[in-house]
């Protein structure tokens, strides 16, 4: 199979990949048919909003048919498919009442993929007018029971390493939805 051409559309100002069929493409077992399988990385950051369980993204293919040597269409099809992405985090701040703790909860692989070994990296930012500054005190880990639907046990102590701001967790063995993160950091 060849490469897909990316192009863009000037009708509806949207990118898109094309790709010519040639006879090696098809199946001779299989006459008059031929198979594209797409496949699409989706970078989920940033498109969930609170409450979220899920984002659905979809994609269209058509498949335009050109008589042999000529440049005009003699007709095109369209299909649409559809795939939901299974929200897979959240991190959320609390402020205490002397409002100079900061307590973070990174909950983790809400969908609860096999994923093995996981590295999360999160940076210590000022504040929002860039004058007070965090520190980190702790980070803590827990185990989700998807039966009671609670977080079980005592939290156990886990120790980032840190290169200046960045903070870098290393989780061993995520199986499913059964570690949060909980860091506190003290603002200046």
Not at 89 to 112: A, S, V
Not at 141 to 166: F, L, M, N
Request: with cysteine.
């Amino acid at each position: 199979m060849g490469d897909f051409e990316e192009y863009l559309d000037s009708h509806i100002n949207e990118k898109m990949f094309r790709y010519k069929l040639t006879a090696s493409d098809l199946n001779p077992a299989n006459p008059g048919v031929a198979v594209a399988t797409v496949s699409t990385k989706v970078n989920a950051v940033g498109f969930y909003k609170p409450g979220d369980k899920f984002v659905t993204y979809q994609n269209t293919a058509r498949v335009v048919k050109f008589p042999e040597n000529s440049n005009s269409s003699s007709g095109a099809t369209y299909d649409t498919a559809t795939v939901q992405v299974k929200k897979f985090g959240e991190k959320r701040g609390d402020l205490d009442n002397t409002g100079k703790k900061i307590t973070w909860r990174i909950t983790l692989n809400e969908p609860g993929y096999d994923l093995g070994n996981m590295v999360v990296e999160d940076e210590l930012q000022n504040d929002r007018t860039g004058r007070l500054e965090q520190t980190f005190v702790k980070a803590t880990i827990r185990t989700w029971d998807t039966v009671g639907k609670v977080w079980k046990g005592e939290p156990a102590t886990i120790v980032p390493t840190q290169s200046g701001k960045k903070l870098t967790f290393n989780i061993p063995n995520v199986k499913r939805k059964e570690r949060a993160c909980n860091r506190e950091h003290n603002r200046a």
